[in-house]
């Protein structure tokens, strides 16, 4: 062998020498990289390098797997490898009959899916109408008037008369019809409404949801309360659940049941604006009541249906609407017309006490305004209280010597600081019970007892 032959041979051997070298920290590059995202212990990555520097005749195939001079084998690994992952294979040195690497992974666990469960229907407002739905009932009424002919004065003249006759004179009937809601309190087929509803009908009719009819008795009106008890005769009478409306707060929801416009059996929500709201507040000074205000839609029609909390219970009788706003209705206690009602249904008269006085709300700052104006008709005491405006004949503030101009600061033993406060004591008191009114007249403060009367003893 020549000495350049010699030179070129140990030149191939360096050649080879980094090669095995390159391809040594080209495969210790791969392990690191399947250790970093495959979660591989450094152990196994140090195995592996072990394993290749003392074989290295383990060379890969262009296809990826290992030159089956040895046979692979799995060491368990010691980390944690979530079920996704594949284990890395341990490989040990063998002198054996060739075979494929295996492969081992662990099995996906099995996840238990259940049936879809059924989509839920409806809400509160949904199961409230069911319970209380089927007893809202319409009423329908008729009742017949009769009215004047219109005086033109042409027709005094005995000319005309005398080719026209005293007939276009003559008074004439006419048919009056409404319509309003009610609810069925009991199965014996008692029923509350509003008074204006049926007040002073000659005939009553009495629709209920499954389209059966009756006719309608009215057992009694109170005109104050704008309450109503009616009578029908039936079977299986479907019945509302009666709340308490003493444990409604501002801010509940309500849910208006009735006929309004003659469109059965609608149902608006809102919730309570507020309580407490008196008669003269909203312009019926003529009543005695403190409404609930809310914001569901009350039309004509929805007169004496229920109004609704969100358990499905009556909390408040639909009364009255402001013509001059929107979405501001009102609605009758119910534990008022839990009070009343079995009087009513036995035809009894329900009798308020009144006083005789038309009053309105003083303060300070209007007394003073009305002090500075030289054309006053009289000087007031400047203080909170009512001040009375006229005092009706023969009542019982008349009797007693209440006069105009007097300033009513308590009663009873409890401040007035408004209409409200005095008329709310005195519809509480009994009829016939004296009650000691403070009032000031000028500059001097006096005490009066008054006895209560009967309102209707007014008419």
Known sequence: ??????????????????????????????????????????????????????????????????????????????SNITPAQTQIPTVAPKTSAPSKVAVTTTAQPKVETSAPKPIERGSFVTEAVKKVGNAVVRIDTEKTITRRAATDPMMEDPFFRRFFGDELLAPREEMMRGQGSGFLIDKSGVLLTNSHVVNGADKVTVTLKDGRKFEGKVSGVDEVTDLAVVKIEGKDLPVATLGLSSDVQVGDWAIAVGNPLGLDNTVTLGIVSTLKRSSAAIGIPDKRLDFIQTDAAINPGNSGGPLLNDNGEVIGINTAIRADAMGIGFAIPIDKAKELKDQLARGE?????????????????LAKLNNDDPNAVFIVPEVTGVIVVKVLPGTPAAKSG??????????????VRSAEDLQRTVENSRLGQALKVELKRGDKTQTITIKTGELQEMA
């Open 402 to 415: 209440i006069r105009r101009g007097d300033v009513i600061t308590a009663i009873d033993g409890a401040d």
């Open 1 to 78: 062998m020549s000495f350049s032959s010699l030179c070129r041979f140990f030149e191939h051997v360096r050649q080879f020498e980094l090669l095995r070298n390159l391809r040594s920290v080209l495969f210790a590059g791969l392990l690191g990289f399947l250790s970093l995202f495959c979660g591989a212990a450094d152990a196994e990555a140090a195995d592996w390098m072990e394993v290749w520097r003392s074989h290295p005749d383990i060379a890969m195939t262009a296809s990826g797997e290992t030159n089956p001079i040895v046979k692979p084998i799995v060491k368990p690994s010691t």
């Open 349 to 365: 008269k329900i009798r308020h006490p009144y006083l005789g006085v038309q009053m309105t709300n003083l303060t300070p700052e």
